[in-house]
């Protein structure tokens, strides 16, 4: 079953720690992003990877950072200089970065 | 950099009814315009697209139409469903995505 998955579903941390949310996809796909979502703010995003080992830092990158040693995967750490990270996180792919991307399911992040 | 302004942020319209959403981006460069629907707690999908050499695309009772010149596109649903009830977010590409704030529609039987 091909697709997009990003793991975990909820995530609770408290202020202060790291968290790092999963994206794997087995699609082929050059191309992967992560966006974060709040409410009436649509997507905004916060880095992108056009190819394995190379990363381009997006709209919000502050307080983030990722890693793309896999074409299949493209992990994002929340840091603790992330100032108001609770939010709903997307990760997407697409073969270039002009074609139709692809959602993850989310991961909702909660930091108290 | 890439800017999409969208509008209206919400739309309420009778079941059978057409919706119409607008879009206008700033950046005569980009030439990719994707619509996407979030139905509520899930992940966004494409439902249409258009690229910068077509004016006008249809998928049933979904309409696209792009106008390159004043930097606007608009999404056209007709005959509205329940089921068409959801977020739109509109995006136009020069290198990379910028999103609208999206369109929260809600089609009322």
């Known amino acids: 079953d091909g697709g997009i998955t990003q793991s975990p579903k909820y995530l609770f941390r408290k202020e202060g720690q790291n968290v790092t949310l999963s994206c794997e996809q087995n699609l082929n796909h050059d191309a992967m992003y992560w966006y974060r979502q709040d409410p009436g703010q649509g997507l905004r995003l916060i880095y992108y990877?056009?190819?394995?080992?190379?990363?381009q830092k997006g709209d919000i990158a502050e307080g983030y950072s990722v890693s793309r040693e896999k074409k299949e995967s493209f992990p994002l750490t929340v840091t603790s200089a992330q100032k108001n990270p609770t939010a709903f996180y997307l990760c997407?792919?697409?073969?270039?970065?002009?074609?139709?991307?692809?959602f993850g399911p989310g991961t909702r992040l909660t930091v108290t | 950099g890439e800017n999409v302004e969208q509008h209206p942020s919400t739309l309420s319209v009778q079941e059978g009814d057409s919706a119409v959403i607008k879009c206008t981006y700033s950046d005569s460069a980009s030439n990719y315009f994707p619509w996407y629907k979030q139905e509520l707690g899930k992940r966004p999908q494409l439902i249409i697209d258009i690229r910068s050499n077509v004016g006008e695309k249809k998928d049933q009772r979904i309409a696209v139409t792009l106008n390159k010149t004043a930097k606007h596109f608009s999404l056209h649903i007709t005959e509205t469903q329940p089921e068409d009830s959801a977020v739109y977010f509109c995006?136009?590409?020069?290198?990379?995505?910028?999103f609208g704030a999206g369109t929260t529609v809600t089609v009322r039987a």
């Open positions: 990877s056009q190819i394995v080992n190379d990363f």
């Open positions: 997407a792919s697409s073969m270039g970065l002009a074609d139709e991307q692809y």
């Open positions: 995006a136009a590409d020069d290198y990379k995505l910028s």
